[in-house]
């Protein structure tokens, strides 16, 4: 595999794999990271009042809005600074065939080589919240779906066990300490 072209890692897995957990511990273990797209989404519209079933009522425009916030982040990053980012634009694939959508446009903006590393979080047991509107069996799908989508993209993916925060978070921080030195 070629090079990455930057010193940005990301988080995948399922919903309910602990990213969001793990990386805000990265975040107070001084690592500087970049959150959820959709999360982040989510959360602004339940602000200005909307229930979540307003917010994914369209689902595929819904996933259009993430596609084109993590679009607009991540060309705010500079290539040459570590960055964790909770879930990758090849991320996307993943949830636009579960929304109906054709990859395809999504597949043509991901670079090659842009990301160091892929940390995959392996689930923890599922439990809903207010965001999470996906199924055991979506999430199951999901799961395979993310790893196929980042390995057909050549990615390095580095699993993370279902493990406590403290050991997800020394396992990921071992291996950004381990690249950033080459």
């Not at 982040?40 to 595929?60: P, Y």
């Not at 199924?135 to 990615?155: F, H, S």
Request: a positive charge; hydrophobic letters at 40%; charged letters at 25%.
């Amino acid at each position: 595999m070629n090079p990455s072209k930057t010193h940005w890692y990301v988080l995948t897995g399922c919903p309910c794999s602990g990213i969001s957990t793990t990386l805000h511990a990265l975040r107070d273990a001084g690592v500087p990271i970049v959150p959820e797209a959709a999360r982040a989404i989510i959360d602004e519209k339940l602000a200005r009042g909307m229930t979540i079933s307003e917010v994914r009522r369209d689902d595929q425009a819904f996933q259009q809005e993430v596609l084109e916030r993590k679009i607009a982040t991540e060309s705010t990053l500079v290539r040459h600074e570590i960055r964790v980012l909770d879930r990758g634009l090849p991320d996307s694939i993943a949830y636009h065939e579960l929304a109906g959508l054709d990859p395809s446009e999504v597949m043509r903006i991901c670079e090659p080589n842009l990301y160091r590393k892929v940390f995959f979080l392996e689930p923890l047991p599922w439990v809903r919240d207010y965001a999470r509107t996906e199924d055991e069996r979506t999430l199951k799908w999901l799961a395979e779906k993310l790893r196929a989508v980042y390995t057909n993209m050549g990615y390095p993916i580095v699993p993370v066990p279902a493990a406590s925060v403290q050991t997800r978070v020394r396992l990921i921080r071992s291996h950004i300490n381990a690249s950033s030195r080459t």
